[in-house]
């Protein structure tokens, strides 16, 4: 089986190789590991995340980690460019890299630099040389946020090689009483239900937002539907609704910036009443519709909106609902949600909707835009979903203060 996964690995390289010839992302992803040298530090504190996503959901533990053990390097590994273009400088970390492709001597050669304390990976991204190395070196590696499904290789009958990362784990935080279960059932118990550390992320967020005197004059008062990371499938759904509502202003921040799915978006909207972000200083009182064009503001926009919808719903999967529910709005997104415990919870508790075309989204959307009574209860149920699951992030700093 190791066989088989080296040849993946290996295959798996060769494949984003020759995409890179084409794509931007692609190559930032060869580029970037194949330029990046690896400065030597001592006593490290590793934490990897996958892209941002991961990085933001991680982020209370690797804050309080930086608070709590100032004498330690904090270095900081991404899988996806993603990530790592929009942190690679941030001032929570000492060093920040692409993880090298998962070989023996990639994960030999960067864990011996790094000399590591303890590795903190986020919910996700199992590397069997780099966990097999770390266990080698006696360093503790702990998963925070973890959440696992029946469907996932660790529970296959093939999975024999993915069960022996699990082994290689000093401590599981995860997410669920399921998750829990499930590695009960192949023989792991070192595991402790923490939650998520998301809800500690965005509650803090919600706290003490960064306040955009741009937007605050851009909703003047009105009620205002905030779209987020969305992608041309939803932007298509939202168009349709801006034409049926328009005493309603609204904000759609894609999820991709790029000068074309940009352009395309203005096209897409009534051409006299949409303005990009970075027009805003143009600004005129007949402006309803603002496509947002940079990255990095929608976590502080949604203190403004009444309801929010959450992009990636007819492709991938959602994108992140807790950011606009920690504010106290309702959320809505498309069918492909089934993977985020989160999203299915504010479904049940019916402050969270999903809907499958442009009739759905027209009929819940109208509800929520007409009936003040029930947004406002709906809202109030899903900020309190978010508050009554923060502590995560304490959870996990408490067990490990008590090893290191």
Do not use: C
Not at 251 to 269: Q, S, Y
């Amino acid at each position: 089986m190791l066989l088989l996964y080296n040849i993946g690995i290996n295959i798996y390289y060769g494949l984003v190789y020759l995409a890179s010839i084409f794509n931007n992302k692609a190559n930032l992803w060869i580029k970037g590991r194949r330029e990046q040298r690896v400065r030597p530090l001592e006593s490290g504190i590793w934490f990897h995340f996958a892209s941002l996503g991961e990085f933001e959901q991680g982020r209370p533990v690797l804050e309080k980690t930086r608070m709590l053990y100032p004498q330690h390097k904090i270095v900081i590994t991404f899988f996806s460019p993603s990530g790592y273009e929009i942190r690679k400088n941030t001032p929570l970390a000492d060093a920040v890299y692409y993880l090298p492709l998962d070989t023996a001597k990639n994960a030999r050669e960067f864990i011996s630099a790094i000399k590591p304390v303890m590795a903190i990976f986020t919910k996700y991204e199992y590397w069997y040389h780099y966990f097999n190395e770390l266990h080698k070196q006696h360093v503790p590696l702990y998963i925070i946020s973890g959440i696992f499904r029946p469907g996932q290789v660790f529970f296959k009958w093939y999975g024999g090689l993915h069960r022996q990362m699990l082994k290689l784990v000093t401590w599981f935080f995860v997410q669920d009483i399921a998750s829990k279960h499930l590695l009960h059932d192949v023989g792991i118990t070192n595991v402790t239900i923490s939650g998520d550390t998301r809800f500690d992320r965005v509650w803090a967020n919600a706290q003490q937002p960064k306040e955009l005197p741009e937007i605050a004059a851009f909703k003047n008062g009105q009620k205002l539907f905030i779209a987020g990371s969305t992608w041309p499938a939803d932007e298509k759904l939202i168009a349709g609704l801006i034409a049926q509502h328009p005493d309603w202003k609204f904000i759609i921040a894609p999820h991709e910036i790029g000068e074309d799915k940009i352009n395309g978006l203005v096209n897409l909207l009534p051409k006299d009443t949409t303005i990009k972000f970075s027009q805003i200083s143009n600004l005129k009182s007949n402006v309803s519709h603002l496509i947002i064009d940079n990255i990095g503001m929608l976590s502080s926009l949604y203190q403004y909106a009444d309801i929010a919808y959450i992009g990636g719903g007819f492709g991938a999967g959602i994108h992140n609902t807790l950011e606009a529910a920690a504010f106290g709005m309702p959320v809505i997104f498309g069918p492909k949600y089934d993977k985020f415990k989160e999203a299915k919870d504010l479904v049940e508790l019916k402050a969270g909707f999903s809907i499958n075309d442009v009739e759905g989204l027209q009929i819940v959307a109208g509800r929520l835009m007409k009936d003040e009574i029930f947004r406002r209860a709906t809202a109030k149920t899903a900020k309190d979903y978010v508050q009554q699951h923060i502590g995560a992030t304490d959870a996990i700093m408490t067990y490990i203060k008590e090893k290191h």
